[in-house]
């Protein structure tokens, strides 16, 4: 960083832009708030998930941001072309590994696509404050290790509370998809995370007083990531608390993602007048939405109708699928699998030139 760009106040590096990047993050994080509050003025929190919230969060965010990814990949012929192999066997091979780890074994299966599901959520977090760092021009390699540390404490160390004190109220999947911790952790871990993000804290207020440097965006990821994170997991021990606190703030942000990535590539070979773009720009946020929550709704509706039969009353009675399960279960994981890999793939920096433009700096 020069010393000119220190001793002036500069652009702040939004994402998107001021607005998109708070109610995407701050918004979704308040979302999660309410919904919270409001479970624990009606006592959902010591019940399971009410049948309208696990609409809301499961299917209509969870499950309906893995078919998000087809706008970044598979409904776009020229980045298909790009890298057919990776595209391609991405699902095949996820489909071959979970068709053998559930032949072998159940609850293998499960471990294993719970623990690939965690390392996925835990390296989005990170990703978002590794593209606001890039975003801000920031270089300097103790605020990249603080930074690191705080993201990554802020995720790890509520999973190493919940492995150290199983069972819980809750699950990732199913119950016992965890493995437990003979020994406490947690407890040792506790002074470093507190140390961490009081250090994050304390970094980014001399930032700010002594070299006029804000980056509220990556200050708001780790806040609201730590905040969540903590209180769905460690705070409460609530199925209901869990689930709102941790998909939302998952989900929200990559939808937003992938649709301004999605509409980058539409204008650019689009132009008319302000009315018909805005009115083009309604019709797509339809069409991006409806897609992905139609999606959505047949695989939970085979989920349901084929393993579960828990919500007849909103996907139909059960099928009796028992003499395909292990080809079925296999397949139904794979599009949040193919979700979970190419995610490590396609927002580097150097996968798009549009990624590239989206961390480049001020």
């Known amino acids: 960083m020069s010393s000119e760009a220190e001793s002036r ?22 979302l999660a708030g309410c919904l919270l509050l409001i479970g624990g003025l009606f006592g959902w929190l010591h019940q399971d998930t009410p049948s309208w919230a696990w609409v809301v969060a499961i299917l209509l965010i969870d499950v309906a941001h893995v078919y998000a990814t087809g706008f970044r990949v598979y409904f776009d012929r020229k980045e298909l072309s790009r890298r057919p192999w990776l595209y391609g066997l991405t699902p095949a ?55 690191t540390a705080a993201i990554y404490l802020a995720t790890l160390y509520p999973l190493a ?22 020994f ?12 961490t993000l009081s250090a994050y804290v304390a970094k980014s207020l001399v930032l700010a007083v002594r070299k006029h440097h804000l980056n509220p965006g990556k200050d708001l990821v780790v806040a609201t990531t730590a905040v969540c994170w903590y209180v769905g997991i460690i705070t409460f021990n609530s199925d209901y608390a869990f689930t709102v606190t941790n998909v939302i703030i998952h ?19 689009r132009s008319g007048s302000s009315v018909s773009t805005r009115r083009r720009s309604l019709q797509a946020i339809v069409r ?12 939970e509706l085979v989920w349901d109708r084929g393993l579960w039969h828990e919500r007849s009353w909103l996907f139909g009675s059960p099928w009796d699928l028992q003499s395909v399960e292990a080809v079925l279960v296999p397949l139904l994981a794979v599009p949040q699998i193919t979700h979970y890999v190419l995610d490590g793939f396609i927002w580097r920096r150097r996968s798009s030139r549009r990624v590239a433009q989206l961390a480049t700096a001020n």
């Open 251 to 269: 989900g929200i942000p990559y939808m937003v993602l992938v649709y301004w990535y999605h509409r980058s590539v539409q204008a650019g070979d």
């Open 288 to 299: 991006f939405i409806g897609l992905i929550w139609i999606l959505a709704y047949i695989e």
């Open 93 to 147: 091979l996820a489909w071959a590994i979970s068709w053998a780890l559930y032949s072998e074994s159940i609850d293998l299966f499960w471990r294993c696509l719970a623990y690939l599901a965690v390392f996925h959520f835990v390296r989005q977090q990170f990703g978002w404050v590794a593209l606001y760092r890039s975003k801000a021009g920031e270089t300097d390699r103790w605020g990249r290790r603080i930074d």
């Open 9 to 30: 106040p500069r652009e702040l590096p939004w994402l998107f832009s001021g607005p998109v990047d708070l109610l995407a993050f701050g918004g979704s994080a308040a």
């Open 184 to 195: 406490d952790w947690s407890r040792w871990l506790a002074p470093i995370y507190w140390v």
């Open 161 to 182: 509370y919940w492995h150290c004190h199983l069972p819980r109220e809750f699950w990732w999947f199913r119950p016992d998809d965890f493995a437990r911790f003979s």
